[in-house]
């Protein structure tokens, strides 16, 4: 009897110790695998603070991951940004002290990095990137601009070499097209560049317009800086009013500074084109969708080596037609003479000729605007996006 008693006795505990290990197996399996995303969120309103809002807020990732976030941000504007100046010297220490005790509490398995193109920013950047190679933590970077190259090969030979060990072991790196691959070339290998598009949600809705309503309403939105193409645009809209009775131009944005703003207005003024020529400020959330849906031509004549310009997936999301230039990643982005034209950079009078021809055409404005929202729903969406970008990350993970 006790022998039977002894025998029940054991059983029972052999079979509530597999319980409890099958229960421990379950809570493995159950566990996310922990991502550290560092990077900052608006305000302001930017593009890499953009993509990292929208990184975190994508049900795809958090669905896969446990994710935490390190928060970089400036809340000055982006006119700050790559200054030497005292407060930048106390964010990056703030920054990179408050990342080496996250590191240490959160102990991520994947940790995701948007790096810079410059010098002071990728410095930076480095606090964050040293420590992971050091510690051997698989990293993933992300570039969003396109000169990354020149950065590299104009840099000092010292930052040459931080470079190249700061990116030597990254698991991988994500890039926003594929002519972006060849920034990285030589520092990261070939196969561990990948390519995932920015991702917008889509606002579209049908907006009635009044048929006695005359007005083309052409619009610039960006930082209110010469690199952004803000005195080309200036001159084009110019040119164009004085060729175009109903055309009216707004520029949307922050100043760069005061005197890039006197300029503009003395070149408003001495067209005499006050009335006709609006400088609204920073428009953003609903009233930005808006603004967006009730123009008839993007302008944004770019002189900087862009990334992927958000602003250009807001204007095919709105099916409005785009007049840019072939800087960085826009060539890849929209399709010259389909979604909108393609002139050559720093040309106002060539900005200016397709934008009397988009003034002058609803027809065409329609039909490169419904291209461009097609191109938007095949390949910019916000869903495809975010699915694609957790499948990379996965895929970083599981090459640990």
Not at 29 to 58: D, E
Not at 72 to 96: C, M
Not at 154 to 168: D, E, G, H, K
Not at 294 to 311: K, N, S, W, Y
Request: proline share 5%; net charge positive; hydrophobic share 45%.
């Amino acid at each position: 009897m006790r022998a039977s008693r002894m025998t029940l006795y054991a059983a029972w505990s052999t079979n509530r110790l597999a319980v409890r290990a099958g229960w421990r197996v379950r809570e493995e399996t159950l566990r996310k695998p922990r991502l550290l995303v560092i990077g900052p969120t608006p305000p302001p309103v930017y593009g890499v603070a953009v993509a990292i809002q929208a990184l975190l807020a994508s049900s795809a990732l958090r669905e896969r991951f446990d994710v935490a976030h390190h928060d970089t941000s400036d809340r000055r504007q982006t006119v700050n940004f790559g200054k030497l100046d005292a407060v930048n010297v106390w964010l990056a220490l703030v920054h990179g002290i408050g990342f080496l005790l996250l590191l240490a509490r959160v102990k991520p398995q994947l940790v995701y990095v948007p790096i810079s193109v410059g010098l002071l920013g990728y410095l930076r950047d480095c606090l964050f990137l040293i420590p992971l190679r050091l510690l051997g933590t698989p990293t993933v970077i992300h570039l969003q601009g396109s000169e990354f190259r020149r950065f590299h090969q104009q840099s000092a030979f010292w930052i040459r070499w931080l470079i190249r060990f700061s990116l030597s072991r990254v698991r991988l790196a994500i890039v926003l097209t594929e002519g972006s691959r060849a920034q990285l070339h030589g520092l990261v290998p070939e196969a561990r560049i990948a390519v995932v598009q920015y991702g917008l949600r889509d606002f579209w809705c049908q907006t009635p317009r009044d048929p006695d309503q005359r007005e083309v309403r052409a619009l610039f939105m960006a930082t209110l800086q010469p690199s952004k193409g803000l005195f080309v645009a200036l001159e084009a809209a110019i040119e164009a009013l004085s060729e175009i009775p109903e055309l009216r131009a707004c520029f949307a944005g922050q100043w760069s500074d005061g005197r890039v703003r006197s300029r503009a207005l003395e070149m408003v003024r001495a067209a005499g084109v006050q009335s006709r020529v609006a400088f609204p400020g920073v428009i953003v959330g609903a009233a930005k969708e808006r603004l967006l849906l009730e123009t008839d031509v993007f302008l944004f004549p770019t002189m900087h080596h862009e990334g992927q310009p958000l602003v250009l997936l807001e204007a095919m999301c709105a099916g409005i037609p785009i007049v840019t230039t072939d800087r960085g990643g826009i060539v890849e982005t929209i399709e010259d003479s389909e979604c909108g034209f393609i002139v050559a950079s720093g040309d106002p009078h060539a900005a200016a000729e397709k934008l009397v021809l988009l003034a002058r055409d609803p027809d065409l404005r329609q039909r490169m605007g419904q291209s461009g929202r097609r191109r938007y729903l095949q390949h910019f969406t916000e869903a495809a996006s975010n699915r694609l970008f957790a499948d990379q990350l996965q895929r970083a993970l599981e090459g640990a």
